[in-house]
Structures are given as C-alpha cells and as structure tokens.
C-alpha cells in the first residue's frame, strides 16, 4: 500500500513549489489552493502510474481526486487492490 510519505515525496520532487516542505500537510488543498495545476495534474499522473503500475481512467483524473494527499493516496491504493 501506498503511504502519505511516499506521495509527499514525489509531490516535493518537482509538482509542488512550497518555501517550508513541513507546511505541505496531508490535508493541504493542493488544486483549490492553486499548488498544482491542470497541467502539473497530467504530469503527476503519468508518474503515479510509472511509479505504482496502475492506470487511471479518464473519469478517474479530477480535482475531487487530487486535491490533497490523503485524497491521492486513496485513489492509488484503491487502484492497486
């Protein structure tokens, strides 16, 4: 299963520009918030699913989806079952 640390991670190694990492919370809006992007979004994704071996379907990609970690770590596991 896939953890909060692990998308922290990838998120911080090139789709987020935060000053502080620590205030990147596991509930930190991260769309509505204006951190990522429709197309830091797309590039996430293609990562997530190199990274992971999953696939994500076009229905699949929204912000309800991706606007915080938590939300993120959801999804992927819930692809990997």
Same mark, same amino acid.
């Given at each position: ?5 692990? !998308? &922290?991670? !990838? #998120? #911080? ?7 502080? +990492?620590?205030? /990147?919370?596991?509930?930190? +809006? /991260? !769309? %509505? =918030?204006?951190? #990522?992007?429709? @197309?830091? !979004?797309?590039? /996430? ?8 071996? *999953? ?5 699949? *990609? ?5 606007? =915080? *970690?938590? #939300? @993120?770590?959801? /999804?992927?596991? %819930?692809?990997? &079952?």
């Amino acid at each position: 299963m896939v953890n909060q640390e692990e !998308i &922290k991670a !990838i #998120l #911080l190694n090139g789709y987020v520009d935060v000053d502080n +990492p620590n205030e /990147l919370l596991n509930d930190t +809006p /991260l !769309i %509505s =918030s204006g951190i #990522l992007d429709s @197309i830091s !979004i797309l590039q /996430l994704v293609d990562v997530l699913e190199k990274e992971f071996s *999953i696939e994500f379907e076009a229905h699949e *990609i929204d912000r309800d989806k991706f606007d =915080s *970690i938590d #939300l @993120i770590v959801a /999804l992927v596991n %819930s692809k990997k &079952k």
